[in-house]
Structure formats: structure tokens, C-alpha cells
């Protein structure tokens, strides 16, 4: 019931639908400021549903582990990604951190954890975090191009408006620099940070054409894994 069922079980297929009702119904009050009673009964009933959703699965990990041993599959559970992810969604609500503490702020971008439980409820989801794991060197590798085209041009271009007068010029940091380079890169371009210089601006404008070409790989990339994966998923 718990986890995907391979003949399409009527209760498997209700509990995820549940299940991702709930965990929607739980993001909704991090929309928002101030909080009320019915956003109180919200937190108090999706956490009462996650503790259990949690206990039902340390129960069966036996099954989903299959260890030699039944007690090591008990034991490593809490220690997989997922039973991470359900326990970080759970603790904020229980009390271990508590506003008290000053971390209020804390628990709610911890609570925003919630949203990864909707990969293990929907399937094409699935599909391309196995995409992911699949292409994971060649996204790997692209990702280090990107790192390093991104600091290459931040120290090009911190050096190269440097020339001006340090009250007047843009990039006053080498994190100025980085921000900038990556806004470039992915050509977003917020525009608060901007060269100055002729040279400067030749740099912006070669940063971009090429920031293009770099964002594009990856995307041909996980596009065509995913077609293949949505197609043998289709055949199975």
C-alpha cells in the first residue's frame, strides 16, 4: 500500500492520492505570514498523517530493503534518502525546534522539505530522478564546465573593471563578480549589477552568447534520457 504498486492496486493507488493531498494542504500555510486556527489544524492533522506514513514504512523496510537479515533493513531505513526527507518534514512540528530558540525561520525552510515527499507519489517524477542518476556524469561534467566558465569570467571581469575608481565601480567584491557571471550565464541579467567599461561590456556580451550554448547542454541531454525513459516505461 505504502509504496508503488506493480498491478495497479486500488489502495496503493488511493493512499498516494492521500498522500499528496495532504502534503499540498501542509506547503499552504508557508504561503503566509501570520497563521490562524484552521492553518494550526492543518499543520497538527498532515504531521499526525506523516508520522504514520513514516512508521508504516520503517515497518515494512524489510520488504523494500530486502536484506539478508530483517533487522538490517529496520536498521539502515531511517538513514535512506527518503526516510531523511519524511523525518526533516516531521521534526519541526514535534516541538524539537521550537520559535523559542529563534529558529522559527529555520523550521519553516525546513518544513518546505514537504515538497520533495511528492517524488515518491508520482511516477514521471520518478522517471526523471532516474534520468538524473543515468546521465549523472555527463551533468556532472557539464555542471564543472559551468563552475569554472562562471569564475574564469567573474576574475576576467573583476580585473577588468577594475581600472575604475573604486568608489564609482559596479563590482567592488570578487562575490560581485561571481553574481554577476552567473546571472550572466544563465542569461537572466537582474541589471542591479552591470560593467562599466567598454571592455567590460565586450566581455557581458560574450559571457552571454556563450552562457547559452553551456545552458543548452543539459537540456538536450535529460530531454532525450527522458524519452527513452518514458518509452521503456511504456513498454514494461
Known amino acids: 500500500m505504502v509504496e508503488h504498486d506493480s498491478e495497479g492496486l486500488l489502495v496503493s493507488k488511493l493512499y498516494d492520492l492521500i498522500m499528496l493531498i495532504v502534503i499540498i494542504i501542509s506547503i499552504i500555510p508557508l504561503a503566509f ?19 504514520i506514513d513514516y512508521l508504516l ?30 523525518l526533516l518534514s516531521i521534526l ?22 514537504r515538497i520533495f515527499k511528492l517524488v515518491r507519489y508520482s511516477r514521471r517524477i ?4 532516474n534520468v538524473l542518476k543515468k546521465e549523472r556524469a555527463t551533468l556532472f561534467t ?22 575604475i575608481d573604486g568608489e564609482n565601480a559596479h563590482f ?29 561590456r565586450f566581455i557581458s556580451m560574450l559571457s552571454a552568447i556563450l552562457g547559452v550554448a553551456i545552458i543548452a547542454l543539459p537540456s538536450g541531454v ?9 518509452k521503456n516505461d511504456k513498454m514494461n
Open 33 to 51: 505570514r501570520e497563521t490562524n486556527t484552521l492553518f494550526t489544524y492543518f499543520e497538527i492533522v498532515s504531521v499526525t498523517i506523516f508520522i
Open 57 to 86: 514504512r520503517w515497518f515494512t523496510a524489510d520488504y523494500k530493503l530486502k536484506k539478508d537479515k530483517k533487522w538490517k533493513s529496520f536498521l539502515l531505513y531511517p538513514f535512506t534518502i527518503f526516510a531523511i526527507i519524511d
Open 92 to 113: 519541526p512540528s514535534v516541538g524539537l525546534f521550537k520559535p523559542s530558540f529563534k529558529l522559527f525561520r529555520i523550521t519553516r525552510l525546513i518544513k518546505i522539505i
Open 126 to 129: 520518478e522517471l526523471l530522478f
Open 142 to 163: 557539464v555542471f564543472m564546465v559551468a563552475v569554472s566558465y562562471i569564475i574564469v569570467t567573474a576574475l576576467i571581469m573583476f580585473n577588468a573593471e577594475g581600472s
Open 172 to 200: 567592488q567584491t570578487f562575490f560581485d563578480a561571481l553574481y554577476w557571471a552567473t546571472t550572466t550565464l544563465t542569461t537572466v541579467g537582474y541589471g542591479d549589477i552591470y560593467p562599466a567599461t567598454n571592455l567590460g
Open 222 to 230: 535529460i530531454t532525450a534520457s527522458y524519452l527513452d525513459e518514458l
